[in-house]
T-cell receptor, first 115, second 119 residues
């Protein structure tokens, strides 16, 4: 998954603190996604960006904000972290054009614990 | 809104046998892709197989094949000759292709099926 880079990989936050998860892809993809995955559960869509300059809510957007800074970067911000936001966060990005539908590139995940 | 449903939270199979994981989806779109991804305990997401909605032929990748029923909105995964290394959580995913072919709408995953292969 070298094409999608997420930082940080691990983070412990105190309740009420804020932080930003960074995601970058160097493959010139238009679309990028943020998910959270709780233990034993599936991936739930938080926000996505179909293309540069657009963002849309997914299933579980409450408590999060996003910024599509440019075509490469899509950041996820927790303004006031809550224990319920303890989860593993994944960034994903599929290719378009001639590679459309070939696969979805994922970051390695960011393990976030809110205490 | 599109939804993806995996109705089997857990499945188990003996090594060398065949198992089928089910997936249904709900959409009004006509241009989309379907995927099966495997997630071992490391949480890495590994592509198993993909299907373009416009293709009638079912996709096959070695021991993995799908049964794509577009009208029924069903996309099941068959694993033949199961191996111990197939033990993982499996996710079905739906991705809508937007006009222009270079960007996508929602990318939705099912709840996952934990597959255990027994020796």
């Amino acid at each position: 998954n070298a094409g999608v880079t997420q930082t940080p990989k691990f983070q412990v936050l105190k309740t009420g603190q804020s932080m930003t998860l960074q995601c970058a892809q160097d493959m010139n993809h238009n679309s990028m996604y943020w998910y959270r995955q709780d233990p034993g559960m599936g991936l739930r869509l938080i926000y996505y960006s179909a293309s540069e300059g657009t963002t849309d809510k997914g299933e579980v957007p409450n408590g999060y904000n996003v910024s599509r800074l440019n075509k490469r970067e899509f950041s996820l911000r927790l303004e006031s972290a809550a224990p319920s936001q303890t989860s593993v966060y994944f960034c994903a990005s599929p290719p378009g054009g001639t590679a459309s539908g070939n696969t979805i590139y994922f970051g390695e995940g960011s393990w976030l614990t809110v205490v | 809104a599109q939804t993806v449903t995996q109705s089997q939270p857990e499945m188990s199979v003996q090594e060398a046998e065949t198992v089928t994981l089910s997936c249904t989806y709900d959409t009004s779109e006509s241009n989309y892709y379907l995927f099966w991804y495997k997630q071992p305990p490391s949480r890495q997401m590994i592509l198993v197989i993909r299907q373009e909605a416009y293709k009638q032929q079912n996709a096959t990748e070695n021991r993995f094949s799908v049964n794509f029923q577009k009208a029924a909105k069903s996309f099941s995964l068959k694993i033949s000759d199961s191996q111990l290394g197939d033990t993982a959580m499996y996710f079905c995913a739906f991705m809508k292709l937007l006009a222009g072919g270079t960007s996508y709408g929602k990318l939705t995953f099912g709840q996952g099926t934990i597959l255990t292969v027994h020796p």
